[in-house]
């Protein structure tokens, strides 16, 4: 049975940082790409960043416009886990944050080209 985990989420400043985690089971995690994406409230789900993994080559990561220069996405294979660390919060990152995974070599951008998802992690990020 395949799941996605997602933690980490919370209230938070404006300006402050958070981490988010995303623990995997149910699937070969080195064989899929892993991807942020979250939704606010009355709005669509964004993609927010996205990494790839070829074994015995260097992971290759897309972020979108909002989250260049913020935030991080990482991942531990071992772990079977993927990463997001968020710096420099503002109030429109507000949001359920969702991991996802598709089984491919490539980062993904678009929603539906993931095929496993998470349940969600809240962040609010306050004034």
């Known amino acids: 049975q395949v799941q996605l985990v997602e933690s980490g989420g919370g209230l938070v400043q404006a300006g402050g940082s958070l981490r988010l985690s995303c623990v995997a089971s149910?699937?070969?995690?080195?064989?899929?790409?892993m991807g942020w994406f979250r939704q606010a409230p009355g709005k669509e789900r964004e993609f927010v960043a996205s990494i790839s993994y070829i074994e015995d080559m260097e992971e290759s990561t897309v972020y979108s416009d909002s989250a260049k220069g913020r935030f991080t996405i990482s991942r531990n294979n071992d772990m079977k886990s993927v990463y997001l660390q968020m710096t420099s919060l503002k109030l429109e990152d507000t949001g359920r944050y969702y991991c996802?995974?598709?089984?491919?070599?490539?980062?993904?951008?678009?929603?539906?080209?993931?095929?496993?998802w998470g349940q969600g992690t809240q962040v609010t990020v306050a004034s």
């Open positions: 996802a995974a598709d089984r491919t070599y490539y980062p993904r951008t678009v929603v539906w080209e993931y095929e496993y």
């Open positions: 149910g699937f070969t995690f080195g064989q899929y790409t």
